[in-house]
């Protein structure tokens, strides 16, 4: 009698040949850095959406900042809220005070507050905003996760 089939060793070699295969393409995939990564560059995009929504509502309004980021002391950073909110830690920088930013959604500026995708709330969204003496706003990110030297924009 002439069986046909695959024996056990056959059968055990395609098994680990499959397994190294999946190993290499799963480490050079890195899903872990993929979503760091996605998350940063939400980051940067809010980032950029918020400063950009401060300094047109400074042009529409004839060189004059939000009421609440004119009230800020020059230099001294402020975690960005949505509503009521209190000072909160950064791990970027330290955060003395908050600043609340729904007066730019509301006025049309902004859809809403952006929230950090890790844990931001409306009473810490976990990014900052800082007026400089010298006239520029910098908003950056209290938690970057892959990017070493930190994420802001000043302008």
């Known amino acids: ?37 996605s998350r940063d560059s939400r980051r940067w995009g809010d980032l950029t959406g918020i400063l950009s929504a401060v300094k047109i509502h400074q042009v529409d309004n004839k060189g004059s900042y939000l009421g609440t980021i004119a009230s800020l002391a020059a230099d001294t950073p402020a975690m960005i809220t ?13 955060t003395l005070a908050s600043v609340d930013l729904s007066g730019l959604a509301t006025g049309g500026y902004l859809s809403a507050v952006p ?17 400089r003496s010298n006239g520029t706003v910098t908003v950056g990110a209290c938690a970057p996760e892959h990017t070493a030297t930190g994420i802001s924009v000043a302008r």
Request: net charge neutral; proline share 3%.
């Open 1 to 37: 009698m002439n069986k046909k089939g695959f024996t056990l060793i056959e059968l055990l070699i395609v098994i680990a040949i499959i397994a190294i295969i999946a190993g290499v393409v799963f480490v050079a995939l890195d899903p872990l850095t993929r979503f760091q990564d």
């Open 82 to 94: 949505s509503g009521a909110g209190s000072a909160g830690t950064c791990t970027a920088t330290t």
């Open 115 to 131: 929230m950090d995708p890790q844990g931001g709330s409306a009473s810490s969204t976990l990014y900052y905003l800082i007026k």
